[in-house]
């Protein structure tokens, strides 16, 4: 039976990941003497077939982002926070373990909430250095002998970047939940992400990438039977 990789929709406005299908135009210039544009990136198939593998993951949603100011810092009790907000004029706050990350501004991304069972759950999620989980809306499931990996685009402006990821099959179980898979999101510039635009890449790998182990043979050094 053929590996299935399953994407499942945790809420209406989800976008599940798409397959990126690269096409040649025509190039139409039969009519020009010297002047050709044949050699284009997409007829070469390495470049082709580098670029359909995975899937492409979507913006759910039309948003402006900023890049964050954070601190992090380790309070005993929840009372200290209202003289921290004093010290520091950061009035959004999140408890991540066994620390406390205060972001401005937070209004950006505090607007983005969504219902699952009745009640409002933010969208992202800041998680240190600048950085948010960006909850998709929609989970997915692999082979048990393969691994999710979370890479960023070929072509990206400087106004964000997704950081990569890999995960397991096994791990994934606990996004089959309705808040739905996250990405690691850190925006650098002020910019309007619209919906449907592209985020980045989804590659599914065997197991056995993992593992592989390399072997450097020098110039002039020939394989004996043995080493073969």
């Not at 690269?22 to 070469?44: L, M, N, Y």
């Not at 209004?107 to 998709?136: A, S």
């Not at 809306?137 to 393969?146: A, F, L, M």
Request: charged share 20%; glycine share 6%.
């Amino acid at each position: 039976m053929q590996p299935e990789v399953i994407f499942s929709k945790k809420a209406a406005w989800a976008i599940p990941p798409v397959k990126e299908h690269v096409t040649v135009q025509p190039s139409h210039d039969e009519d020009f003497r010297w002047i050709k544009q044949r050699r284009v990136k997409g007829a070469c198939w390495p470049y082709r077939a580098a670029r359909e593998i995975g899937w492409t993951i979507l913006s759910p949603i039309d948003v402006e982002i900023y890049p964050a100011t954070e601190i992090q810092i380790g309070a005993e009790h929840a009372e200290e926070i209202p003289h921290i907000q004093h010290l520091t004029g950061i009035h959004y706050w999140q408890r991540r373990e066994d620390i406390y990350l205060g972001v401005k501004p937070s209004g950006w991304f505090q607007l983005h909430q969504f219902k699952v069972d009745n009640n409002w759950h933010q969208m992202f999620i800041p998680n240190g250095e600048g950085t948010f989980e960006w909850r998709m809306g929609w989970s997915v499931q692999i082979p048990n002998d393969h691994v999710l990996l979370f890479q960023p685009l070929e072509h990206t402006d400087n106004s964000y970047i997704i950081h990569p990821g890999l995960l397991t099959a096994q791990s994934l179980d606990r996004f089959h939940s309705g808040l739905g898979l996250p990405i690691a999101f850190e925006p650098r510039q002020n910019k309007v992400i619209k919906r449907s635009d592209p985020l980045a890449k989804m590659l599914v790998l065997h197991k056995s990438a993992l593992s592989l182990r390399e072997q450097v043979i020098e110039a002039g050094h020939s394989v004996t039977g043995e080493e073969q």
